[in-house]
């Protein structure tokens, strides 16, 4: 099959998800076709069966704003006609899936008919989407797709919640390669961020206000002074110098590390004992799924999508949004002895593997088909 991917070309989470959704399609053989205005930041390296498209745009002295959503329309159309796609699958609903519509109409218009799919991620609901200015838009682009799938049961909720959908929508969790989050694939630098075998507690977000990342440290003062540690923060964004204050106000500069953007999140997640992800909303939490597959456990608030990736008492635990104490006792229980904490990392990794991309994949495939074959039948 002949697939077209649309998708947001960075770090967040809706694109790497669909750059290693096509990735792993095209290994069983399909042909994948990435449309989006640069190059995704996982697809960096060769690959059979995999072909990139960028979206150009052009400086109009006429627009104050270039028109993205038009020149993404022109580029699918180009790339169906010329590549013979069979499926458009978008991924993030503004402008991907209104864009989406208006290229499967003007196909049409030329004799050619082509099925799309809109995934929603989460931002593109919960934020985005309620907007008033951007609900008619959202609202039709997502009825009009020929399938709908969202990456969690709760942000199926919040879509029915706060949009008059009518159309079916299908949950299909994100996945992970549990392969690559292998702590054997990488040279052990532990002793290099952890000289006197202090524990590593690690946090992966882009920094916003929402992530709670002042929570992360607020914790991680209370562990420190019962157990030596480390806190590894990967990531940046608006809040990072307040970040910096709070470190220098609770004195733990010493003993935490920001990272900044790492390209190898798993190289770090491997020398990690715990992650902490205590997020005001998470629609999935790939992070936290990122952080069981390389056996660490997690500690994360009770919302949104975490309770479907973190198992409560088996994987790490889950705490309301805000409760510092609590996050910090569940941590200092896993984080006691060695024992406990090796009980809890081999329950975070078997729990990550109901995740697996081989789980997940068939799921897409499945989906795909059907809605081909029922575009084929009304042919």
Do not use: W
Request: negative net charge; aromatic residues 8%; glycine residues 6%.
């Amino acid at each position: 099959m002949k697939i077209g991917i649309v998708l947001y070309p960075t770090y967040g989470g809706s694109g790497i998800v669909a750059t290693e959704l096509g990735n792993e399609l095209a290994k069983k053989g399909h042909e994948i076709h990435f449309i989006t205005y640069s190059q995704p930041v996982r697809l960096d390296v060769f690959q059979t069966n995999v072909y990139y498209h960028e979206v150009t745009m052009f400086d109009y002295p006429l627009f104050d704003y270039q028109p993205y959503e038009l020149a993404l329309t022109s580029k699918m159309v180009d790339v169906v006609m010329n590549e013979g796609l069979d499926l458009l699958h978008v991924h993030y609903a503004i402008p991907h899936a209104s864009a989406a519509y208006f290229a499967q109409h003007i196909l049409e218009s030329r004799g050619i008919k082509i099925p799309f799919i809109t995934t929603l991620h989460g931002t593109d609901i919960t934020l985005v989407g309620k907007d008033p200015s951007f609900e008619p838009v959202i609202t039709f682009s997502i009825n009009e797709s020929n399938a709908v799938t969202v990456v969690s049961n709760s942000l199926k909720k919040d879509t029915l919640k706060h949009f008059k959908i009518t159309n079916e929508i299908q949950v299909i969790p994100n996945f992970i390669k549990t392969e690559t989050y292998n702590p054997l694939n990488f040279n052990c630098k532990r002793v290099e961020l952890a000289p006197n075998n202090e524990r590593i507690i690690t946090h992966v977000s882009n920094f916003r206000k929402v992530k709670r990342v002042d929570d992360v440290i607020r914790v991680f003062k209370k562990i420190n002074q019962e157990i030596p540690s480390k806190l590894l923060l990967i990531g940046d964004g608006p809040e990072r110098l307040k970040l910096e204050h709070l470190c220098r106000e609770l004195n733990v500069c010493d003993d935490v590390k920001m990272l900044g953007k790492v390209q190898n999140v798993a190289e770090v997640l491997s020398m990690s004992d715990l992650f902490i992800l205590p997020s005001e909303t998470e629609s999935f939490g790939l992070a936290a799924l990122e952080a069981l597959a390389s056996h660490t456990p997690v500690l994360s608030s009770n919302t949104g999508g975490l309770p479907e990736v973190n198992k409560h008492g088996y994987s790490g635990f889950l705490s309301q949004v805000g409760d510092v104490d609590d996050i910090a006792k569940n941590a200092l229980y896993i984080l006691k002895d060695d024992e406990t904490l090796l009980k809890f990392k081999r329950q975070a990794y078997k729990h990550s593997l109901k995740f697996e991309i081989d789980v997940i994949l068939p799921q897409y495939e499945e989906l795909y088909n059907k809605v081909c074959c029922s575009l084929n039948k009304e042919n």
